[in-house]
């Protein structure tokens, strides 16, 4: 994006972002990338950014791990890698190793189902690849403390096994010579040093003589002399040849691990910007969260649709000082580019303005803004500002002239990509010129197609943008009783500067005041009350409407209630037909049944009955429901008087009588509700609530 002047972003206080941006940043890399963040204005870069800085927030709120533990700056060694012949020590190459470690880590995090859900973040390293061989590389030849391993090669092997028999050997010696001297009394009380790499004694001044060997030094007091023993220079020398040719191959192990990672340099370059990446997504996220920062809709147009903004370092102060900040709510679009705001001083007007302009800045930058998700944005090319007194002391220019200088530059490059904020329109002049120009001004910016806000207390203004079309008012809500400033935007009407209201409550004197107001044209005076009454009546009409609103809801709130009491009790009644009409489909199954059963029956008894015309009888009752009313009645009576309930808990064994059509018969099996019975000669199931217990009479 192209600011304009250049000092746009300090104006704007985009740089005081960007420094708590580099707080929250662990590494080099993402340090230097906060620091010279970039406002993007192609789209697909736009949303690239916020998606990463969306997604690394959810990681962060929801308390999931990401892989990015380590701190690693390591543009130094990775330049030192890619030069020829250049060597890597042994913590270096541990640092590297924790680079291929993470990217390892990373790639292992990124399943199948995290690629989908976290497609911006996995975006960042897609297109790379993991390369296991250099963390192989690395600790086939060093240990976790970053020490050569002595298995690195057999040369290196048999040196420090030489080295430990040789050190083995000195020390056993050395405290030979040591308890001997003691016993002499020759050893100060700390009995030994090093002195040039090389092991000594700490001989008394007075005996120095009197040990053989050679003098290394004396302490700052003269009192303590250094020797080394005679009889230990040869193991010395050699130790010391011995670590020499330690250090050599050291060093020749070294320089050949360098150049065989060498040839990965540049996928080593590629992981380091990765890392360095994620460290900036989480900033921004934490950044994010700091501020309460969503991400809102982004169109590839101009355009500004904020709902409940706000100034983010404003809301960091007010949450620290446990105040609350007043959220902005603005559109800007083809039937309204320009928005005109009035109203008192110190109300709020200037703040509103940076709002808006900070948070297109911070959006295309990729940070998530505090709006609420519902905002929409649009894509500047340009974003000119113009706040408070510029005067040029280089330039001998006045106020005015400067503000000018400004204005013309403004409406030569203003397009229908520009976002513009002026504070003050017009200010510095005679106020009926002054306003003159500024009308001019912005009919210019509007014929331009540009996007803006401005603000200003000059009448003609306010009466001006209440009859262009694309130009609108504006006011900072105002108390006019407690003389306080609301700090809320209301949109679609100019506001008072309440001068003479402010005037009177402060107690200046009343003579003054009507001197004033007689000073005053009588329009522009009336002009101004009847701006302060409108005021005063919209905000009472804001609070009708609060409250209408509140009933509105609590209507639709008890009509969803009735309506769910009405579906509850008409699905009850639903239940209770349903229930019925089973019933009833229940009753005819268990007809059907019976009557099957009674036709099995006599169907197995014809074969057996000599008296046929009976059993047809029988048959044509059952299928025709002729009645035999006298002969179920005496056959009912017949079981009655063979058959005595008994009643309790059915079991296997038990002579049951069927409540519905008295016939008797014996349980077979009980299956969960559901009695086996045999009746006659056909066992079939029957409900135990159906059921009951009876005994056969004992004849009298």
Request: charged fraction near 30%; include cysteine.
């Amino acid at each position: 994006m192209k600011l304009y002047p250049e000092s746009a972003a300090l104006q704007l206080e985009f740089e005081k972002v960007k420094e708590l941006l580099v707080a929250h940043c662990q590494s080099n890399f993402a340090q230097e990338k906060a620091s010279q963040l970039r406002i993007h204005t192609h789209k697909k870069f736009v949303d690239a950014e916020l998606r990463q800085s969306h997604e690394f927030k959810q990681l962060l709120i929801n308390g999931i791990y990401f892989p990015n533990d380590y701190i690693l700056n390591l543009a130094k060694e990775l330049k030192l890698l890619s030069i020829a012949g250049a060597v890597l020590q042994g913590e270096d190459l541990i640092q590297i190793r924790k680079l291929a470690e993470s990217m390892e880590k990373i790639f292992r995090w990124f399943n199948d189902e995290r690629k989908s859900v976290y497609s911006g973040l996995y975006e960042i390293a897609k297109h790379t690849y993991y390369e296991k061989a250099i963390i192989e590389l690395i600790d086939e030849i060093i240990d976790d403390q970053g020490n050569v391993k002595d298995s690195a090669s057999e040369e290196l092997k048999e040196i420090r096994l030489s080295l430990y028999r040789k050190r083995t050997e000195l020390r056993k010696i050395f405290d030979r010579i040591i308890s001997k001297l003691n016993k002499q009394g020759y050893l100060a009380e700390i009995e030994e040093s090093f002195m040039n790499g090389r092991r000594v004694l700490a001989v008394f001044a007075e005996h120095k003589r009197t040990v053989k060997g050679i003098l290394h030094g004396e302490s700052d007091s003269r009192k303590t002399a250094f020797i080394e023993p005679e009889d230990t220079m040869h193991l010395n020398n050699d130790i010391s040849d011995l670590e020499n040719q330690e250090r050599k191959e050291v060093y020749r192990i070294l320089r050949q691990l360098t150049s065989r990672l060498s040839k990965y340099a540049d996928l080593l370059n590629v992981y380091h910007v990765i890392v360095g990446e994620y460290d900036f997504a989480r900033a921004k996220a934490k950044f994010a969260v700091d501020v309460n920062g969503e991400y809102p809709i982004v169109h590839d147009k101009a355009f500004v649709h904020l709902v409940n903004a706000y100034h983010p370092l404003l809301y960091l102060y007010n949450k620290r000082a446990d105040k609350p900040t007043i959220p902005v709510s603005i559109s800007l679009d083809e039937n309204k580019r320009i928005l005109v705001i009035s109203g008192p001083n110190a109300g709020g007007k200037t703040v509103t303005m940076k709002t808006i302009g900070l948070l297109q800045m911070m959006l295309q930058s990729g940070l998530l803004v505090p709006v609420h998700p519902s905002s929409e944005f649009g894509i500047f090319k340009q974003l000119m500002i113009h706040i408070g007194d510029t005067q040029s002391l280089e330039f001998e220019l006045s106020t005015y002239s400067s503000h000018l200088i400004h204005m013309k530059h403004f409406m030569e490059n203003a397009n229908g990509k520009t976002l513009f904020f002026i504070d003050e329109l017009g200010s510095g002049s005679d106020p009926n010129l002054g306003g003159a120009f500024a009308e001019v001004i912005l009919l210019e910016l509007l014929r331009k197609h540009s996007f803006g806000v401005v603000t200003t207390h000059y009448l003609n203004l306010k009466v001006m943008a209440g009859k262009t079309a694309g130009i609108v008012n504006g006011a900072m809500a105002f108390d006019e009783k407690r003389l306080q400033p609301q700090y809320q935007l209301i949109v679609g009407k100019p506001g008072s500067s309440y001068t003479f209201s402010i005037a009177e409550r402060i107690g200046l004197e009343k003579r003054l005041i009507e001197k004033a107001r007689g000073l005053v044209e009588e329009d522009q005076y009336r002009l101004d009350k009847l701006l302060n009454r409108t005021e005063q009546d919209l905000r009472d009409i804001a609070k009708k409407d609060k409250e209408l609103e509140r009933l509105i809801k609590e209507n639709e709130r008890l009509q969803k209630e009735m309506q769910q009491v009405m579906d509850k009790e008409r699905h009850k009644q639903q239940v209770a037909v349903l229930r019925e009409q089973n019933k009833i489909s229940e009753d005819r199954i268990t007809y059907l049944k019976d009557m099957e059963r009674k036709l099995k029956q006599i169907t197995i008894e014809w074969k057996k009955e000599e008296d046929k015309q009976k059993l047809i009888k029988q048959m044509a009752a059952l299928l025709f429901n002729r009645p035999e009313g006298k002969k179920a009645s005496k056959m009912q009576k017949k079981l009655e008087s063979k058959y005595s309930e008994v009643g309790g808990d059915i079991k296997v064994g038990d002579k049951v009588k069927m409540r519905r059509n008295h016939q008797v018969g014996k349980v077979l099996e009980i299956k969960g509700k559901r009695a086996v019975v045999k009746i006659g000669l056909l066992p079939m199931q029957v409900e135990l609530s159906d059921l009951i217990v009876v005994k056969e009479n004992t004849p009298a």
